[in-house]
């Protein structure tokens, strides 16, 4: 199993442009998330999932949105990238519910905006 | 909403030395505290977390203590190696609220042969 994969793991963006990240898991796993992380301030939660077809925010969901289409699979979009995104993005699963609350996290997008 | 503060940023022992980090929540209706550990350029990796109705869970070197009453919770290494080096974050969470975790800043744990 590749567990959770990201792609891209770097991308360099202009002011203003748009790009979608890509996670993907093959553990079947129910509930997905998005974390970013910035030096000093540990991660953050964007947006998650608790299902197919789900999505609701986190703590940080402004310039970001998201999708899952399919169960495997969750996408984050960034519509006008900002130098504040700027940061290194992180994909997480988990098979959800009361006692299988251990998240697999991806190897992390590092992306600029410049 | 929750708030995770974790103490202290930066941790320095010498090998076999026990090394403890701390983190306080906000929200008495967390249950659910795990610990992660991230290596340089990878993703967070689970190493040992602690549900509620639990006061502490051991795993070989590594314990966690939970204190509900005052809410804090602490992850305790004992005889510290080189691989232990890493950045160590702790996080709450409520089961009930999608199992989304609040993460607390970390802690960069050097520990010097």
């Known amino acids: ?114 | 909403g929750e708030n995770v503060e974790q103490h202290p940023s930066t941790l320095s022992v010498q090998e076999g030395d026990s090394a403890v980090i701390k983190c306080t929540y906000s929200d008495s209706a967390s249950n659910y505290f795990p610990w992660y550990k991230q290596e340089l350029g990878k993703g967070p990796q689970l190493i040992i977390d602690i549900r509620s109705n639990v006061g502490e869970k051991k795993d070989q070197r590594i314990a966690v203590t939970l204190n509900k009453t005052a809410k804090h919770f602490s992850l305790h290494i004992t005889e510290t190696q080189p691989e232990d080096s890493a950045v160590y974050f702790c996080a709450a969470s409520n089961h009930n609220q999608g199992g989304k975790l609040i993460f607390g800043q970390g802690t960069e744990l050097s520990v010097k042969p």
């Open chain 1, 1 to 114: 199993n590749a567990g959770v994969t990201q792609t891209p793991k770097f991308r360099v963006l202009k002011t203003g442009q748009s790009m979608t990240l890509l996670c993907a898991q093959d553990m079947n796993h129910e509930y997905m998330y998005w974390y970013r992380q910035d030096p000093g301030m540990g991660l953050r939660l964007i947006h998650y999932s608790v299902g197919e077809g789900t999505t609701a925010k986190g703590e940080v969901p402004d310039g970001y949105n998201v999708s899952r289409l399919k169960k495997q699979n969750f996408l984050l979009g960034l519509e006008s990238a900002a130098p504040s995104q700027t940061s290194v993005y992180f994909c997480a699963s988990s098979y959800g519910g009361v006692y299988y609350n251990e998240q697999f996290f991806g190897p992390g997008t590092r992306l600029t905006v410049l």
